[in-house]
């Protein structure tokens, strides 16, 4: 039952690093429990052993969290819910969307405009991107007014939000990552091209206006100037791929009766299919749930993907670490799912080479099932 909690994560996308300074709270799923917890950050990273938050979610299997504006947002089974976040660190609800069962919402990634006003949400049940305008979160039915309607069974994974442009990979045959142009304002299409009336013909899927394809069900991805690095899980190798000036993909060349997509600038030997995939410095780090362990692969001079992990945390299969939040000073946090607690790995300045052991993690939170974690920066001291 526990490990049904990781159905809803593996798309993971990156979570904005911030730095951790006296002041700071990394927030934690307990999935398993439909709750939130919070621990303090002490200087120089380390986790206090005890959580000094925990809220109950409305909904159940938490599985991704998002810090923005003072606010945790909390992406459920069947809900998105706001809360407001105090001066040292307490959660106060103050809004929800709209439940939506049979299908459940299934909320897989969430991401918040760069202008910090539109949060957008990956809702696999309706097979949908919607945005819901951030000032609107006062009441429990909170509603998206713009929204991206997604082809049937697309199973969304991971989202970005980039220089005016949504990126979200999509594992639906031909696997591959959409691009789709946000309006001014933050906003996407009438909702009504993402609602299907009794009696009424389902909508076409938005059209994206880019996208890379015959990725074999891409998962998490990441941006390095013009380059995404994606997590392949059908092939088990990371790949990247070269993104125009303007944010799109090269267009696909004609070749004969069929398209050809540009081939991925490099790639990994196979290894492992991986949760999730951040990046800090040169190095890109990816948690392999079944072995218990992070892989870091350090790119090249030239960008290019090094074949096999440059260094490898020690394994260790209790941990099945599932998502991940680096700060700007170098501290990698890992949801260590089974394990039941969070897990705090120092990583190379100069590099973001990872330390093979944690220095810092909290206390068992038994039947917790933490997977994901968010810091935010706080008014005041973290208690």
Not at 20 to 36: E, H, K, W
Not at 51 to 75: C, I, K, Q, W, Y
Not at 190 to 203: I, L, S, V, Y
Not at 328 to 342: M, P, Q, T
Request: aromatic fraction near 6%; include cysteine.
């Amino acid at each position: 039952m526990r490990r049904l909690t990781l159905v809803g994560l593996l798309g993971t996308g990156l979570l904005a690093a911030r730095p951790v300074v006296a002041g700071t709270i990394l927030y934690a799923t307990a999935a398993s429990q439909a709750r939130v917890d919070g621990f303090c950050v002490r200087e120089g990273g380390g986790l206090a052993p005890a959580a000094s938050v925990h809220v109950d979610t409305a909904g159940m299997e938490p599985r991704r969290l998002v810090v923005a504006n003072g606010v945790l947002f909390v992406g459920e089974l069947d809900r998105v819910e706001a809360f407001k976040i105090g001066p040292h660190g307490a959660l106060t609800p103050m809004a929800a969307t709209k439940t939506i069962t049979s299908p459940a919402m299934e909320v897989i990634d969430m991401a918040v405009a760069a202008d910090g006003q539109t949060l957008y949400v990956a809702q696999n049940g309706p097979d949908r991107i919607a945005a819901y305008p951030i000032a609107a979160a006062t009441s429990r039915s909170w509603d998206f007014t713009s929204c991206i309607q997604g082809r049937v069974n697309g199973s969304y994974r991971a989202l970005h939000i980039r220089n005016g442009l949504l990126y979200a990979s999509e594992q639906l045959t031909p696997g591959r990552i959409a691009i789709f142009p946000i309006n001014a304002g933050g906003s996407l299409h009438d909702p009504a091209e993402c609602t299907t009336p009794t009696g009424k013909t389902r909508p076409e899927a938005t059209p994206a206006i880019s996208d890379q394809q015959r990725i074999q069900r891409p998962r998490s991805f990441v941006f390095l100037d013009d380059r995404v690095y994606v997590d392949e899980v059908g092939t088990k190798r990371i790949k990247a791929f070269l993104l125009q000036a303007d944010g799109l993909f090269p267009p696909p060349v004609k070749v004969g009766k069929r398209l050809r997509w540009e081939r991925p600038l490099s790639r990994t030997d196979p290894v492992l299919a991986y949760v999730d995939v951040v990046l800090f410095r040169s190095t890109l780090l990816a948690s392999q749930f079944e072995k218990g362990r992070i892989d870091a692969y350090r790119l090249k001079p030239d960008g290019r993907l090094r074949r096999q992990p440059t260094r490898q945390t020690k394994q260790d299969v209790r941990t099945s670490p599932v998502r991940m939040a680096v700060s700007d000073d170098g501290v990698l946090y890992v949801s260590a799912g089974e394990f039941d607690r969070i897990q705090a790995f120092r990583l190379r300045q100069s590099d973001g080479l990872p330390a093979t052991t944690p220095f810092s993690e909290t206390d068992e939170q038994t039947g917790s099932f933490p997977n994901d974690v968010a810091l935010a920066m706080l008014s005041e001291g973290c208690r």
